[in-house]
């Protein structure tokens, strides 16, 4: 068994919109244990530091205005191949090809107002799990219904 971890954060248009049950929902629907969850205001400097493979894009000051303009819900999941098996749960991050059934397919309008970031890889989803929670703010715990997933 592959288990991993990964990092998702619902960005502040979730709030907003008040979708934030709808969309966790879909991550423990399929199985995926919530381990870690907390809701902030993102600081400049660290919206900066989680987008920096970003810096010096056309797009890099919108996606640093959006994401500090309000609370976002940061999260750690926890399940078998748990990045990959995100990342199809949002869907491409270009609401064009975002199908219907993924979450940005169903709820994202444009893609600059993207509503969800979710780790792209193992690596990344380490360096933001620790980027945005402690250790003791993460709670692995066993499912006593695993065996139904």
Same mark, same amino acid.
């Given at each position: 068994m592959n288990t991993q971890r990964s990092?998702?954060?619902?960005k502040p248009g979730v709030l907003q919109r008040?979708?934030?049950?709808?969309?966790?929902?879909?991550f423990e629907k399929k199985g995926l244990n919530l381990v870690g969850l907390k809701m902030l205001t993102i600081p400049q400097s660290l919206a900066q530091s989680h987008y920096?493979?970003? %810096?010096?894009?056309?797009?890099?000051q919108s996606l640093i205005s959006y994401i500090t303009a309000g609370p976002v819900v940061a999260m750690v999941f926890e399940g078998e191949s748990a990045v990959p098996v995100i990342r199809k749960l949002c869907g491409p991050t270009r609401v064009e090809e975002a199908p219907p059934g993924t979450i940005r397919g169903d709820y994202t309008m444009h893609t600059a107002k993207n509503i969800v970031h979710a780790s792209d %890889?193992?690596?990344?989803a380490e360096k933001e799990v620790n980027l945005f929670f402690r250790p003791e703010e993460?709670?692995?715990w066993t499912d006593g219904n695993s065996m139904w997933f």
């Open positions: 990092f998702v954060m619902l008040r979708i934030v049950g709808d969309i966790i929902s879909r920096g493979e970003h %810096s010096g894009k056309d797009f890099f %890889s193992p690596e990344s993460i709670f692995s």
